[in-house]
């Protein structure tokens, strides 16, 4: 009988080393993300996590549903509505529409556990809200001009270094039946990052004032840069139907060379650099500021964070799961995959020269004003790109327009301080 209770007891031990799956206790982290983990150039980053996640960590399942854009913007707003239903992360870009959700008490605070982790604090901060820390960021996104140098060249043209040039810039385009700007306004968000720089240029920190109530958002700043954007629509430099191309329109506008010059956000940097997808030779360069009369300078940039990571109070008994995912998000060996984001983890080296061009853009910035549609309360962001929407619109009084967007935000967020 004791021989075969050694004998047992043996066989258990063995189990336990040889197969310590069997007996450890297995999470499922329900994640909900925009990319779909495949092979496409933009996706390669949250496939290589999810993979490699799962071989470092046999014992914690990932049950990751791909949403889209904006199918997890607007599943997620739904779902922390009602506040039940939620994952246990969700991908995020931060500022204050995740902060609403950190309000209404569906997030998980992972201040202590996530405070140390290497990586820009621009990045950090975008994930932080009222001094607490709820998830991870390891890309970062800065906007600037995207600008087929063949056609610049051909054209005996010089990237624009003020504002003022880019009227000269753009005529001698239209002139080439060339169309200046591509944009993919038919989607709505696409216009707001040009609009948020021409806001600074003219009124330097005014949508920060703007945002805290100092200044109505129908102020001289954002009047004069709708007025100017409204201006160079109406002159053709975003073609002659912009409201019916879509962004996807506007990436095959650059790729095919029908276009010179596109303001966006610096995750196009893999797309733009693969052969694959255009032939042509693009550069990145940050959006330039007035020669004379502005405010804003050149170091003032527009961007946030490109992929986040945020936990919800779903995952309350899941933390140390939780932060192991967290940590892996944002090591090197996570970010290395990805062909072309501005990564802020420390060690990941820029796989293009487009994204060296806008990692340079970022880490010259003095300022960063995080994208208004997400660092504003949800009650105003559709509204908000609604309004510049309707500045592509040559009947629109841009000053009424920016009014009735005021008049909303003092209904949503409060009226202007005295």
Request: charged share 20%; glycine share 8%; with cysteine.
């Amino acid at each position: 009988m004791k021989k075969c209770n050694v004998f047992v007891l043996l066989f258990l031990m063995f189990g336990l080393i040889a197969a310590p799956s069997l007996f450890a206790a297995n999470v499922t982290l329900t994640i909900w993300g925009r990319d779909i983990p495949d092979d496409s150039a933009d996706h390669l980053y949250v496939r290589d996590l999810i993979a490699g996640f799962q071989a470092k960590n046999p014992d914690i399942k990932i049950n990751y549903v791909a949403l889209g854009d904006p199918g997890l913007m607007d599943k997620t707003k739904i779902t922390m509505a009602s506040g039940s239903g939620l994952p246990d992360i969700f991908q995020t870009w931060g500022g204050s529409v995740m902060g609403g959700y950190a309000d209404a008490g569906h997030l998980l605070d992972l201040t202590a556990e996530l405070k140390s982790v290497p990586g820009s604090l621009a990045a950090q901060q975008a994930m932080t809200w009222k001094g607490k820390i709820y998830g991870v960021a390891p890309f970062f996104a800065v906007a600037g001009i995207f600008v087929n140098e063949g056609i610049f060249k051909a054209n005996n043209l010089k990237v624009p270094t003020t504002i003022e040039e880019f009227d000269k810039v753009c005529d001698t385009l239209l002139a080439k039946g060339i169309q200046p700007f591509a944009c993919g306004e038919k989607d709505k968000w696409p216009a707001l990052a040009l609009y948020m720089y021409l806001v600074n240029r003219y009124g330097g920190d005014a949508s920060a004032q703007a945002a805290a109530r100092k200044i109505p958002y129908n102020s001289e700043p954002f009047v004069k840069a709708a007025q100017l954007y409204q201006s160079w629509i109406k002159k053709g430099y975003f073609g002659a139907t912009p409201l019916g191309e879509a962004y996807g329109d506007a990436q095959q506008l650059m790729a095919t060379g029908k276009a010179a010059m596109h303001v966006t956000g610096s995750w196009m940097c893999a797309q733009y650099s693969n052969p694959d997808f255009t032939d042509q030779t693009l550069g990145f360069y940050a959006f330039p500021a007035f020669k004379s009369g502005g405010v804003g300078t050149v170091y003032d940039i527009m961007g946030m964070t490109d992929i986040g990571f945020a936990a919800t109070k779903a995952a309350a008994g899941k933390k140390d799961a939780v932060v192991k995912f967290m940590k892996y998000a944002m090591s090197v060996e996570a970010c290395q995959s990805d062909p072309g984001r501005i990564c802020s983890v420390p060690g990941v080296k820029a796989k293009s020269t487009l994204t060296a061009q806008a990692s340079a853009v970022f880490a010259s910035a003095k300022t960063v004003t995080f994208w208004w549609d997400q660092d504003l309360p949800p009650s105003v962001t559709s509204p908000l790109n609604d309004t510049i929407q309707s500045f592509f619109l040559p009947e629109t009084d841009v000053k009424k327009a920016l009014t009735a967007f005021e008049t909303l935000c003092v209904e949503n967020i409060g009226p202007v301080k005295k």
